[in-house]
């Protein structure tokens, strides 16, 4: 069954659309009314209803209004200007983009977001996006996940099995376009969409990937690789062949299929389709109301004393937002018997020979007290059974509850390590400081800017009166002065399981196994157990000739529009001349609130330093969809099995 990671179904009031086919003078027929009631739809036709819509210049300044004023409060502005190597390709003036964006002239609404979509997105930092939820209701699936592999680039062979649990109206949405698609399971590719396959991968890395700031970790999002969430292991098709903002009808290949007697490549076009995941409608005017008209929960709202935390601090988040993935066949599962502590988002094994623990941590977005008694629950169990060393694998962890990566660390690391984290800053712009000003008169403690939440670097708490914007801290980034807050560590709550004395396992004896897609609160855990532990990191995938980080987007904390607009709200400054106004589309502008600097070069984010593991391996056709395999090589290999 497909599970979308991100579901754009909508719910709550809605207001007056600001679009109709009345006010609009729309065609006629209506293109919307051909797909509605419809889960497999031509793309087609998808878009034909998408670009029903035409331009909106009040639209276009209200979102490009909160747009640039949320980018007020993202961290890495100025350091666009000019990215530090090895990040050039991401290099972007943002505000003369936003200009270009302001006086360009669309077609329709949906070119519009399109553009602005895009130019965001190819900042290549995940915490940072703009997502129109009315064009976001299909993801259009491609039938060909590629893989690359230690002999090349393939159809992922096992694309039949996965794919195949879409049911009988995918395969037979394709039948009836006259695709073959099954045959192809295993090919390989040559070119794609009228490039060599190499560089097909770059143009995907580069224009719409998006989450990653190193080449090589978003090549790694190109292809189709494994992961897991509540639901259990999964596969993600990869962004070649999954689009969330919906763009093509079909891609051309060149490919040798499997068992092909001449060896020589054929020319295959293959559709896409696409899967509607967004509220029912009839026609245009309803698919506007129900997926693009601004709802309750688009805009943020005053966070009163009973939604407040008042008994411990407001935590943190730091996650990506990504495209669906498909759940494993059974016949690609792990044999091994789950240990305690498997019920959620980690995943814990015992390796065959009881030397060798594995916990596959999917993600932190589990609630904090739940996934503080997974942890100790399956290290109870290995050393019980003996275990002596210990894999984390954390491949396509896009993040979550930063006091629970922070949590992981001090278990691991031993209860006498009790500053687990970095020092972090926010941006101190002018309206930051009224917000913090105002948290402070008014004593408030359940926003993210109440002084509440945080520890002074030294580890002690900060009080509730204390102002951390004033005074703001000189910082120039590429000529731009950026004042940043002044300096200051989570403080998070008292986990509800005993820390032990000691690291359970000797620090030597650990690895951390990725694909480098480990976004958010996970790049926090891997890179402060790599510089404070010099923790054994194994990265696996992306070309070889290239190098590739074990971390991915960096940052310390996101805040979507939503949280943004209630800190504002909350603080009584929606009035001020600085503050976005309320969006009146259903959308999301989201950015990176937070940086932190690493203890290797405290005046250098972690985002920006370039942090290598020590082993880079290849996926072979053994190891590209299966964690078993990959764990025992990586138990053999790297911390040796004996």
């Given amino acids: ?186 090919a390989e590719v040559i070119a794609i969409g009228g490039l060599p396959v190499r560089q097909y991968i770059d143009k995907i890395a580069g224009t719409v990937s998006g989450n990653y700031l190193n080449y090589n970790n978003r090549v790694n999002s190109v292809v189709s690789s494994y992961r897991i969430s509540n639901s259990g292991f999964q596969q993600r098709l990869g962004d070649h062949a999954i689009e969330p903002f919906l763009k093509q009808t079909s891609l051309n290949f060149s490919l040798i299929p499997v068992g092909s007697t001449s060896g020589k490549p054929e020319n295959v076009s293959v559709p896409f389709v696409a899967l509607f995941g967004g509220n029912g409608f009839t026609d245009g005017p309803s698919y506007w109301a129900n997926n693009c008209a601004a709802i309750n929960t688009t805009n943020g709202a005053v966070i009163t004393p009973e939604g407040s935390l008042q008994t411990h601090p407001r935590l943190a988040r730091a996650s990506l937002v990504d495209s669906a993935a498909i759940d494993f066949p059974d016949a690609f599962l792990p044999t091994l018997t789950p240990t305690n502590g498997s019920t959620g988002t980690i995943k814990s094994y015992i390796l065959p020979g009881n030397k060798t623990g594995v916990m596959f941590v999917g993600t932190f977005e589990a609630e904090f007290n739940q996934f503080t008694v997974d942890v100790e629950a399956a290290v109870n169990q290995f050393k019980a059974s003996g275990v002596e060393k210990l894999l984390i694998d954390v491949t396509n962890n896009l993040g979550g509850q930063l006091c629970s990566g922070l949590f992981l660390h001090r278990y691991l690391a031993g209860a006498a390590f009790e500053l687990a984290g970095f020092q972090t800053t926010s941006r101190a712009n002018p309206l930051a400081q009224k917000i913090v000003k105002a948290n402070v008169e008014k004593g408030l403690s359940g926003t993210y800017y109440a002084s509440y939440n945080w520890l002074f670097p030294s580890g002690k708490q900060m009080p509730g009166y204390y102002n951390y914007n004033t005074p703001s801290i000189p910082f120039s980034v590429n000529g731009r002065d950026q004042p940043t807050s002044q300096r200051f560590l989570d403080s998070c709550p008292v986990p509800s399981v005993q820390l032990p004395s000691a690291p359970p396992f000797d620090l030597n004896n650990v690895a951390i196994i990725g694909n480098g897609c480990c976004a958010s609160t996970c790049a926090v855990f891997t890179s402060v157990m790599f510089e404070r532990h010099n923790t054994k990191i194994a990265t696996f995938g992306g070309f070889s000739d290239k190098p590739i980080e074990f971390k991915g987007s960096a940052g310390n904390q996101v805040l979507e529009w939503s949280e943004l607009d209630s800190e504002i709200k909350t603080a009584g400054l929606k009035d001020d001349p600085l503050a976005p106004p309320d969006l009146l589309v259903n959308g999301n502008m989201r950015h990176n609130w937070r940086t932190a600097y690493s203890f290797l070069d405290e005046t250098t984010p972690i985002a920006y330093l370039t942090e290598a593991p020590q082993y880079h391996f290849r996926y072979t056709k053994d190891t590209y969809n299966n964690p078993e395999n990959v764990w025992t090589f990586v138990e053999e290999v790297v911390l040796g099995s004996g």
């Fill in 1 to 186: 069954m497909l599970r979308p990671f991100i579901r754009f179904a909508c719910s709550g009031l809605l207001v007056v659309p600001l679009l109709t086919r009345a006010s609009l003078a729309a065609a006629t027929p209506d293109p919307c009314t051909k797909i509605a009631a419809q889960f497999f739809v031509d793309p087609a036709d998808a878009l034909t209803c998408l670009k029903s819509f035409p331009f909106n210049e009040t639209l276009r300044q209200n979102i490009l209004s909160v747009v640039s004023r949320v980018f007020d409060f993202y961290t890495f502005e100025d350091f666009y200007l000019n990215s530090p190597a090895p990040y050039k390709q991401s290099t972007t003036d943002i505000r003369a983009e936003i200009r270009r964006i302001e006086s360009t002239q669309y077609a329709t609404d949906y070119d519009f977001n399109q553009d602005l979509y895009d130019f965001i997105t190819q900042m290549n930092d995940g915490h940072t996006r703009w997502f129109p939820n009315c064009y976001m209701t299909f993801e259009n699936v491609l039938p060909a996940p590629i893989v690359i592999l230690d002999t090349g680039v393939y159809i992922a062979p096992n694309s039949v099995e996965l794919l195949n649990q879409f049911g009988d109206g995918f395969s037979g949405f394709l039948a009836a376009k006259g695709s073959d698609w099954e045959r192809l399971a295993g």
